[in-house]
């Protein structure tokens, strides 16, 4: 990955007396460090990602410490490796995205929490969830019930933030159970500062290993009869010991109210923050977080401590819970309490507040208002009605002068990206016989799920797509085309698709994107990755350098494929003409197309240093623009139809006798080559050009450019 996190890396190395300033996700980077962590793994995706990318960088600083920093294969590998805190006393991090992630991570943590830990194990989970989600809408605190695992979530201040990750391994420690801290999007990205301790090298470590492997001892084994066992140590030993925990050293934290001492708010320590934004649209909050109604904020969010439930709730009127999505797992475990403990507050949650999406600022206020209205007349909400009604008018008024609701505005690939071209070529290939079942995936491909190209019937998960259409193809005349990304590929894709589609002798077609990267998630290296070495060996920095690694394609040579192309994506004939093959060949078996074109972002921050080298230095430097010669352009629009890429756009026609906008070519174009390819291979009309822009020219240029300036001037009409 071309991206660098000096600066981030620097920042881990603070110590005491000193103070971190950033962002909220490196704040816990920084504190797993701070609790002696031994070791750390994970898999990236968003809104974690940074915590791994920074780690894999620090790595020689890493190496110092003794810790050790694993890359891991997916959520799956990230999970098992937690076993190193089962038998032994080391503490060990790992991270992954949310829901997704702790669904493909399910069997090893169930076979993790059923044993216990003896060294505090944490899972970073970064929780994709409500607005700008790019996962199911599914909760992670479901895992946390099920295996009996401690659920934090950390109200967003970077003190508390690194205080939740101290206490998550010592509370891990305590209980035995493994822990995992909760971060949302904004969680992640909130930025503060607090005052740093010192590193701590773990005792047991990469400098100072283990003599002996520990004593056989069945009953850390994940395995019946001594799970019966695991239950029962859970509901009577662990649970319990971890509600002492939580107790004993006050992990939740109560803030007075300074008006309404009769009601209260309960709400999990992540959407503090917005709480209190949302008391401050009621004017029940000033600007310093001085609430006007008691909060008791949930840093803890399973188990929760009857005794705190009950000393908050008792003598109020009614006591108000926020939960963000469903199902309310927290109202649900509070009623249960207070039911037991006869205690009569009224508790209101999913009643008044929304029962799905994102807790934001507007929604968690008009959950207040219908609570302060009940309880707290004396209270105006005159000011919060008129704000939210005035946001429902404002939505109405747009919907009523376009007719339609506000439309949404999805991302689409990067300029230039080299996964478009073969969604031009199968729109293309589709013309030709038919349209087929597309089997979908997790990765930058699945922008292709939006226009102009809306092509995908099912996502099933990362990796996932090929074996997805097992069921489909047999009850299909056409074939069916699965595609999937090199990082799903070696995510999943390698042994629940190709493996299971050769053992059955399936008959469908694969498409894998060989962008050398796991790019949606950041552009992390893969085992398939080129080089450092390779890229420096490149005789032209320009080319594509994916084609330098083989690893695939060897691997599915090995692994018993027999129909496999490699297909520059840029050649968008050639790769129309290899899904047509491949759609109707004879060969019955699995047909393999590896498209192969390197993520433009990354080959961006990989020659953009490069070209400002050479300017700098005098060289000769040229870039490819493509344009639309606005005389020739019909206005039918069939190119971008065909490509979507957002610097191919529209304009007003020059000509005043038609009405249609013709297409253009805005600054940004990065030269990739589809504008010319698309209008070759589906014949377009003939107003693309192809233009160089030399920089630093050589003599012979200038002059012949100072020569024709002239003669075009004259040739241009009048
Ligand atoms: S990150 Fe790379 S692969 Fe993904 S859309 Fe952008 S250019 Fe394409
Ligand atoms: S050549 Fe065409 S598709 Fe490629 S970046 Fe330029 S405008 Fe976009």
């Keep these: 990955m071309e991206v660098s996190f000096s600066k981030e890396v620097e920042a881990l190395r603070l110590g005491h007396g000193q103070t971190f300033h950033g962002e909220g996700i490196l704040a816990i980077t920084k504190a797993l460090l701070q609790s002696g962590v031994a070791y750390v793994g994970g898999y990236q995706g968003a809104p974690v990602s940074h915590l791994l990318d920074v780690m894999v960088q620090a790595e020689p600083y890493m190496r110092e410490l003794g810790v050790h920093v694993e890359a891991c294969a997916n959520e799956a590998s990230a999970a098992a490796m937690l076993g190193a805190s089962i038998h032994y006393p080391l503490r060990g991090a790992?991270?992954?995205?949310?829901?997704?992630?702790?669904?493909?991570?399910?069997?090893?943590?169930?076979?993790?929490?059923?044993?216990?830990?003896?060294?505090?194990?944490?899972?970073?989970?970064?929780?994709?969830?409500?607005?700008?989600?790019?996962?199911?809408?599914?909760?992670?605190?479901?895992?946390?019930?099920?295996?009996?695992?401690?659920?934090?979530?950390?109200?967003?201040?970077?003190?508390?933030?690194?205080?939740?990750?101290?206490?998550?391994?010592?509370?891990?420690?305590?209980?035995?159970?493994?822990?995992?801290?909760?971060?949302?999007?904004?969680?992640?990205?909130?930025?503060?500062?607090?005052?740093?301790?010192?590193?701590?090298?773990?005792?047991?470590?990469?400098?100072?290993?283990?003599?002996?492997?520990?004593?056989?001892?069945?009953?850390?084994?994940?395995?019946?009869?001594?799970?019966?066992?695991?239950?029962?140590?859970?509901?009577?030993?662990?649970?319990?010991?971890?509600?002492?925990?939580?107790?004993?050293?006050?992990?939740?934290?109560?803030?007075?109210?300074?008006?309404?001492?009769?009601?209260?708010?309960?709400?999990?320590?992540?959407?503090?923050?917005?709480?209190?934004?949302?008391?401050?649209?009621?004017?029940?909050?000033?600007?310093?977080?001085?609430?006007?109604?008691?909060?008791?904020?949930?840093?803890?969010?399973?188990?929760?401590?009857?005794?705190?439930?009950?000393?908050?709730?008792?003598?109020?009127?009614?006591?108000?819970?926020?939960?963000?999505?469903?199902?309310?797992?927290?109202?649900?475990?509070?009623?249960?309490?207070?039911?037991?403990?006869?205690?009569?507050?009224?508790?209101?949650?999913?009643?008044?507040?929304?029962?799905?999406?994102?807790?934001?600022?507007?929604?968690?206020?008009?959950?207040?208002a219908s609570f302060v209205e009940r309880y707290l007349p004396q209270a105006s909400t005159a000011a919060a009605r008129a704000w939210l009604g005035a946001n429902a008018e404002r939505r109405a008024a747009v919907a009523a002068a376009l007719g339609q609701p506000l439309p949404a505005r999805p991302p689409g690939f990067c300029i230039g990206c080299p996964e478009r071209p073969v969604f031009a070529a199968l729109k293309l290939a589709q013309r030709e016989v038919g349209p087929v079942h597309v089997a979908a995936d997790i990765g930058c491909h699945a922008l292709a799920t939006f226009e102009p190209f809306s092509s995908g019937h099912s996502i099933l998960g990362y990796g996932m797509s090929l074996a997805s259409s097992a069921g489909v193809s047999p009850m299909m005349q056409r074939r069916v085309l699965s595609i999937m990304g090199d990082g799903g590929f070696w995510h999943n894709g390698l042994l629940t698709g190709v493996q299971s589609a050769l053992f059955n002798g399936d008959d469908s077609v694969l498409l894998i994107m060989k962008n050398g990267y796991t790019s949606a998630t950041g552009t992390q290296d893969i085992i398939s990755t080129p080089d450092d070495e390779a890229k420096e060996r490149a005789p032209d920095k320009q080319q594509s350098l994916v084609d330098r690694n083989t690893t695939i394609e060897s691997t599915l040579k090995g692994l018993g494929v027999q129909w496999m192309r490699t297909v520059h994506t840029y050649r968008v004939a050639e790769m129309k003409a290899t899904l047509q093959e491949a759609f109707t060949t004879d060969f019955k078996g699995l047909k393999v197309i590896v498209a192969e074109g390197e993520c433009q972002l990354e080959r961006q921050r990989r020659i953009r240093p490069w070209i400002a080298g050479l300017l700098k230095a005098g060289k000769r430097v040229v870039r490819v623009k493509y344009g639309v010669d606005e005389d020739v352009c019909t206005g039918d629009h069939a190119c971008i139809r065909l490509s979507g890429c957002p610097t191919l756009t529209l304009k007003d026609n020059p000509d005043p006798l038609k009405v249609d906008p013709v297409a253009t070519v805005i600054d940004g174009c990065v030269g990739c080559g589809l504008c010319g390819e698309n209008a070759h291979a589906a014949t377009l009309c003939p107003s693309f050009y192809r233009g160089e822009v030399v920089q630093n020219p050589k003599w012979h240029e200038r002059l012949a450019a100072a020569l024709r300036a002239p003669m075009l001037r004259l040739l241009r009409p009048a």
């Design 94 to 368: 790992v991270t992954w995205k949310s829901i997704v992630g702790t669904n493909v991570a399910a069997d090893a943590l169930s076979n993790l929490s059923s044993p216990g830990v003896t060294g505090g194990a944490l899972i970073v989970v970064g929780e994709d969830y409500g607005e700008g989600a790019s996962v199911i809408q599914e909760r992670t605190h479901a895992y946390a019930l099920k295996s009996s695992m401690l659920m934090l979530d950390p109200r967003p201040e970077l003190g508390n933030m690194v205080r939740m990750v101290e206490e998550g391994f010592r509370l891990s420690e305590a209980s035995n159970m493994p822990a995992m801290l909760e971060l949302r999007i904004r969680a992640c990205h909130v930025r503060g500062s607090f005052e740093c301790k010192d590193n701590v090298a773990p005792a047991v470590s990469t400098r100072h290993p283990m003599a002996q492997p520990a004593a056989f001892d069945y009953v850390r084994l994940a395995h019946p009869p001594v799970t019966f066992g695991h239950e029962k140590l859970k509901v009577q030993q662990r649970i319990p010991a971890a509600r002492r925990y939580i107790a004993e050293h006050g992990l939740n934290e109560v803030f007075a109210g300074n008006r309404f001492d009769d009601v209260g708010l309960i709400v999990q320590g992540g959407l503090y923050n917005t709480l209190m934004r949302g008391l401050q649209q009621l004017d029940l909050a000033d600007a310093f977080g001085a609430s006007a109604i008691p909060i008791l904020a949930l840093n803890v969010t399973f188990p929760t401590v009857p005794e705190e439930i009950s000393a908050f709730c008792a003598g109020k009127r009614a006591v108000l819970v926020l939960e963000e999505g469903q199902p309310e797992y927290i109202e649900q475990d509070i009623l249960s309490t207070l039911h037991r403990l006869d205690i009569q507050t009224a508790l209101h949650g999913k009643d008044l507040l929304q029962a799905t999406g994102e807790y934001t600022v507007e929604a968690i206020g008009a959950g207040l």
